[in-house]
């Protein structure tokens, strides 16, 4: 069984260009859902997506947009990057909107300079 | 969605048990405990979760207080690798979403 991976685990951007952070979901894993975690905080719900569809945002700007595919594998985009931008990004995936675990990838870094 | 409060730190030594609390006063009915811990420079990892009884998996052991206000994760022997994040969470189990709401959580460290 592989479990969530994520990819680049390391990235470093300027102001104001576009970044793509990719997840592979736990295989069998129908949901995936993104996380920001700022340095010293706990991670923050972006949104999430059910079988390609977006389930739920938190409060962050339209700039933060994602796609699911039929894989289940997900990307997270992020338009003009500012800096607080900068976190370690995480997705999770589980076995439904309301399973009880949900399992996470080791993270993407995000640094914007 | 409710709150939970956890004390910041808590310190235990290698091989004792360490009970980490949580507060939760405005739980619902339909919430459930959820927690998570992270170890440093990785993603959080499931622990345990319940919802009315105590639970016990091959990881902790939680227990939940009758009135569902507060809860306990219960490690029954400390090690080295259990230093990590610990975060309480209550998730809604009667809703349609399955976001985790994180606060800062508590942080272990475990003395040899």
């Known amino acids: 069984e592989t479990g969530v991976t994520q990819s680049p685990t390391h990235l470093i951007k300027t102001r104001g260009q576009q970044v793509t952070l990719r997840c592979s979901s736990q295989?069998?894993?129908?949901?995936v859902s993104w996380y920001q975690q700022a340095l010293g905080q706990g991670p923050q719900f972006i949104f999430q997506?059910?079988?390609?569809?977006?389930?739920g945002r938190g409060n962050f700007p339209p700039r933060f947009s994602g796609l699911q595919f039929p894989n289940y594998s997900s990307e997270l985009n992020v338009n003009a990057l500012e800096l607080d931008d900068s976190a370690l990004y995480l997705c999770?995936?589980?076995?439904?909107?309301?399973?009880?675990?949900?399992?996470f990838g080791p993270g993407t870094r995000l640094t914007v300079t | 969605d409710a709150k939970t409060t956890q004390p910041n730190s808590m310190e235990s030594n290698e091989e004792e048990p360490v009970h980490l609390p949580c507060n939760h006063s405005?739980?619902?009915?339909?919430?459930?405990i959820h927690w998570y811990r992270q170890l440093p420079s990785q993603g959080p990892e499931y622990v345990i979760h319940?919802?009315?009884s105590n639970v016990n998996n091959r990881m902790a052991s939680l227990a939940i207080a009758e009135d569902r206000k507060s809860s306990t994760l219960i490690l029954h022997r400390a090690t080295l690798r259990d230093a990590a994040v610990y975060y309480c969470i209550l998730r809604d189990g009667g809703g349609s979403q399955g976001n985790l709401i994180f606060g800062k959580g508590t942080k272990l460290s475990v003395k040899p």
């Open positions: 319940g919802l009315t």
């Open positions: 295989s069998g894993h129908n949901t």
């Open positions: 405005t739980i619902s009915g339909t919430d459930y």
């Open positions: 999770a995936s589980s076995l439904g909107v309301a399973a009880g675990e949900q399992y």
């Open positions: 997506y059910y079988r390609e569809e977006e389930n």
